[in-house]
């Protein structure tokens, strides 16, 4: 069992910056690859970016170049870096761990909203 803790989301105007972190508990030998999802309101749920226990990155084309993810030291924790944020980037954001041949785990959800 793997459970995850969110924390950093809330209100911010348009060009600002929010860092949201989840911390993972329990099976951590188990993880594989480190997610952030995002469902902005009347939408599907949708990849923002992903990383994996090597490092590597893939990102959603609309957060390029603004959203970094990171992991922690330890490898269970993971970090969205969100800078010059925009309307459209607001939703509930979810932190999703993948496992190696076990279950998949998404955590509770942090709101995430961006004035203009």
């Known amino acids: 069992q793997v459970q995850l803790v969110e924390s950093g989301g809330g209100l911010v105007q348009a060009g600002g910056s929010l860092r949201l972190s989840c911390a993972a508990s329990?099976?951590?030998?188990?993880?594989?690859?480190m997610s952030w999802y995002r469902q902005p309101p009347g939408k599907q749920r949708e990849l923002v970016a992903a990383i994996t226990g090597g490092g590597g990155t893939n990102y959603a084309d609309s957060v390029k170049g603004r959203f970094t993810i990171s992991r922690g030291n330890t490898k269970n924790t993971v970090y969205l870096q969100m800078n010059s944020l925009k309307p459209e980037d607001t939703a509930v954001y979810y932190c999703?761990?993948?496992?190696?041949?076990?279950?998949?785990?998404w955590g509770q959800g942090t709101q995430v909203t961006v004035s203009s």
């Open positions: 329990g099976s951590i030998f188990s993880i594989n690859v």
């Open positions: 999703y761990v993948k496992t190696w041949g076990g279950p998949d785990y």
